[in-house]
Structure formats: C-alpha cells, structure tokens
C-alpha cells in the first residue's frame, strides 16, 4: 500500500482552488485572530450575492457532551457536508473514530476520537524516512510550530508506515459545534501550510507536479 503524504494534498488543495478562479493572497494578523480570518476567508470563496455575515457553519446553542457517534450525527447536518465540502464517516470499533475527507483541501484525511473529556482531531504529516535530517527538522518544528494555531506536531509509531509525524488539535468534549468545526477546518489548512513551510527539509516525491 502506497500512503500519501501531506504534499500531494496540498498539491490538489491548490489545484482545486485555481479551477474554481481563486487567487491567493497574502495576509498578516496577530495570531490570536488566525481563526477568525480562516472564517473571513471561507466567506469570501462564495460568490458575491451570499451575504458576507452568513456563516457556512452551524451553531449549536446547548452545550453537548460529544461522543463519536453524537459528533458523528451533529456534523452529518452541518454545511460543511451539506455542501460536499467535507465527508464524515465512522469507523466503529472499541474506540469509534471519525473519518473526515476534506474535499477543499484536496481530499486530505483527518480522524477526529473522542477520548476521556477531550475530541482529538488529527492527520498525517510524513514518515520519519521522508525527512532529510531529523535533527534539523526537530529543531525547525520546535522554533515554529507556535505559528500554527490550534495545532501542534508530534511523533507517532503507525502499524503500516513506522513512525511518523502527525499535526493534531485538541478541545474539549463539551465544546460548542461550532468550536470543532474550526478546529477541523484550522487543522486542514495547517497541514498544508506546515507542508510548505517545511518542505526544504523533505524529500520530494513530486513527479511533474507543482509543489
């Protein structure tokens, strides 16, 4: 079996944003406002008769007490879905787990658990045998993963890849829906940012394909 790592995502994420007529710019805010601007953002991907105060994301006013399978029923009824921007499915098992496709970022994989009183949200970065110099690396991820909000990087033994670097966030189980919803979305694109940013010290498996 054949993984695929974060770049080939990112290389759709952007592949798929072009065909839609986007263009990228550049922005600079402090980063408590980062998730704030992934919001504005959203919004200004619509086109220009959807209001830009309506939210693509769904409130839920109670405050719940998640299990994968209550998140499971709550995010099949957010826009996120609805609108094929992101497909959910659950894995049952002694510990259930979410499958969540993000199909705007290129169909990157996620897996959101809930474990004890936390929701954990994750992905795959890379293996450890696609970095160049793990000393370097290490230090690169330590000096800058504090620029990735509601992120953080770590280490992890997979049964199929052997270890390998996954970005996750974490919130509680009794956060609002609307809280998870941002942290998924804040985690897809931080995957693709930390791509970028790191992949000087990677090595690259692209073809022909822009990186």
Not at 56 to 77: C, E, I
Not at 98 to 109: A, I, V, W
Not at 118 to 146: C, G, M, R, Y
Request: proline share 3%; glycine share 2%; net charge negative.
């Amino acid at each position: 079996m054949t993984t695929k790592t974060s770049a080939h995502y990112q290389r759709e994420y952007r592949r798929r944003l072009r065909e839609q007529g986007l263009v990228k710019k550049e922005v600079w805010v402090l980063p408590e406002h980062t998730a704030q601007l992934l919001l504005i953002e959203k919004q200004l991907r619509v086109t220009s008769d959807v209001p830009l105060n309506s939210t693509r994301m769904t409130m839920k006013q109670d405050r719940p007490v998640w299990t994968a399978q209550s998140l499971f029923q709550a995010l099949l009824h957010t826009d996120l879905v609805k609108n094929e921007n992101m497909a959910v499915e659950l894995i049952e098992g002694i510990e259930p787990v979410l499958l969540l496709e993000m199909k705007e970022f290129g169909d990157l994989p996620m897996y959101l658990s809930v474990s004890g009183e936390q929701i954990l949200v994750e992905s795959l970065l890379w293996p450890v045998s696609d970095v160049l110099n793990l000393a370097e690396f290490n230090e690169a991820v330590l000096k800058t993963h504090k620029y990735y909000p509601l992120s953080a990087i770590c280490l992890e033994a997979t049964e199929n890849f052997g270890d390998c670097y996954f970005m996750f966030g974490a919130l509680s189980y009794t956060s609002m829906l609307n809280s998870v919803l941002i942290e998924i979305e804040t985690l897809a694109s931080n995957v693709l940012q930390a791509t970028e940013a790191y992949s000087e010290y990677l090595v690259d498996h692209a073809t022909n394909e822009e990186v």
